[in-house]
């Protein structure tokens, strides 16, 4: 569950938003927060797609990857 967007960043530009469920990265299921963080750290600086459920709709988007 997405409790916050910070402005500015890699997920706000992508679109998401706070309440949306995080359910898959690269098409790999996410069961929980490790599971994200592996695909980050595969992703390194590139850019993974993260799908997300907002309400009865699944949406899928692309994020690109930078330092922070």
Known sequence: L???V???SAADGAGLR???VLVAAD???LTGI???Y???DRAR???VELSAIRGSETLTVPIT???T
């Open 65 to 67: 990857l930078a330092e």
């Open 45 to 47: 600086l590139a850019t």
């Open 27 to 29: 098409g790999q299921p």
């Open 18 to 20: 706070r309440g949306d």
């Open 2 to 4: 997405i409790r916050a």
């Open 38 to 40: 592996a695909a980050v």
């Open 6 to 8: 910070q402005a500015g």
């Open 34 to 36: 490790d599971d994200l």
